[in-house]
């Protein structure tokens, strides 16, 4: 196709050029537009389109020359910025996509794709916080957008009965509607339709397997029942597919450290920070994780760090607070008071600042403003708690009566089951800082015992099949307890290859001291009648005051 098919306004070649793209005739496409320009080489809208159409082709090089020049020659023309972005974000640069992207949307702001790739920018450059609200943006601008702010809003307010409904009108007429999908997901899983959330995200990403956020929520619903594993796999097959996106490194870093899988989980982190060095979140795991692995300067340099990127993160100073030996100097307890002045109160950021201000006060001897701390801290944190005494009395009357009538009638059998296994586990339980710690560490020091912490797979079981039991809950023993003596053992089983991951290998004990164990030792004692269970126990006065100083995660 020549010139000489006949002049036409920019207007015109512009459409034609984009038809010829549309049908995947990229050459003449590209032909078409440099022939207008070689008769027109300063005509902003043709210089565009240019470089637009060459990242279609991916000539990364030449399509920026062709964009920096739209954008020099006409500033304020917004479409230029949007396709700068766009080419950061598809030679993995997002961090350098953000500018572009936010210059586009100052100069066009009704423009919904700008937002959408911003907000991919920065999601892709772990800014999570604001990607979500970049991605708000893009629903309340872009077709069917009110409607699905609706629904949200709807969803929020607990009618998920007519969220549910607005997502279906959406979906009837846009099938591969993400964001709808997205939230119909979130429904179902909010109301225990675990399979229809599961296949609505698997759907979101045969449609968009770009969409990152898809894949931190389907691992997301696998770790909040207990399939920790499979969250695993697949933000493993995320990472593969995208190398360069900080926030599933981090993500994939999280539910390496659920599992224990500590080393793992720190080069998970410290590949989020090569590519987003400022990333918050993977900054405090990477303290976690070197804290766990004995490595203290690190773990102090990476909450430091955290710290001065995200002042108001409150984990980063309870983090820092409970590092033995550390002292914090007058400008980081000032620059602490500051933010807890700032924080909304009860917040969780607020409730982690009063806890390490409390901890600084205590280093330093002034125990009076220490206690103040700790009172105000603590109230703030109980409201946060949905915690009945008298219901988890009840609970745990039932699984007296129920597991112990079962395992009366175990003690009866002949059979010695489970005396055949490999590895005997030794559960360490009791209050919360009472000593387990010490224990296993005492434990571990024989040849033959081996330490690995506390492990989530008691709690994954005991999820698991309150699921698959009929009408079976963690909280309905009654069902629970009507296995048979084969369905225990499997479990145990089941149990003892997911600790592999934990030991090597050698020791022919290991120990496991999760402290929500406690809740499960009929579980545990009919499907690991070989287990040792060790009560630790301390002077009540010492433990209530040792947990009364602790900021836990629930």
Known sequence: MTAASGPGSVRDVVESVFALARADRLDDAETLCR??????????????????????????????????????????????HEDLGALYLATGRPANAIAPFEAAIELDPRQASAYRGLATAFERSGRGEEAEAARKRFLALSPGGKALAEAAQLQLAGQTARAESICGEILAKDPRNIHAMRLLAKICADTQRDAAAEGLIRRIISVAPDFQPAYKDLARLFMERSRFHE?????????????????????????????????????????????APDNSRALLGRGHMSRILGRRADSVTAYRRCAVVRPDVGDAWWSLATVRGLQFTEAERATMQQQLAAAEPGSDSAIALQFALARACEKEGDYEEAWAYYEAANAAKRRTVAYDPVELETQHDVRLRVFGERLERLEE????????????????????????????????????????????YVIMLAAKVGKTAEAGTPSNPEMIATLSTDDWLALGDEYLRHSLAHRGGKASSFTDKMPANFGHLGFIRLMLPEAVFIDARRNPLDTCIANYRQLFAQ
């Open 35 to 80: 022939e207008y320009l070689a008769a027109s080489p300063d005509d902003t809208n043709l210089v565009a389109t240019l470089g637009a159409l060459l990242i279609k082709k991916a000539r990364y090089d030449d399509a920026q020359k062709c964009l920096e020049r739209a954008i020099a020659l006409e500033p304020k023309y917004a479409k230029p």
């Open 231 to 275: 969250a695993i796999t697949l933000l493993e097959k995320a990472v593969a597919l995208r190398p360069d996106a900080p926030d599933l490194h981090q993500a994939l870093a999280d539910m390496l450290s659920i599992v224990g899988r500590s080393a793992d989980a720190l080069a998970a982190y410290d590949k989020a920070l090569f590519l």
């Open 413 to 456: 059998e002949t059979a010695s089951p489970g005396a055949g296994r490999s590895a005997r586990p030794i559960f360490i339980t009791g209050v919360p800082r009472s000593g387990s710690t010490l224990i296993e560490q005492i434990l571990a020091c024989h040849g033959d015992v081996e330490g690995c912490g506390e492990l989530p």
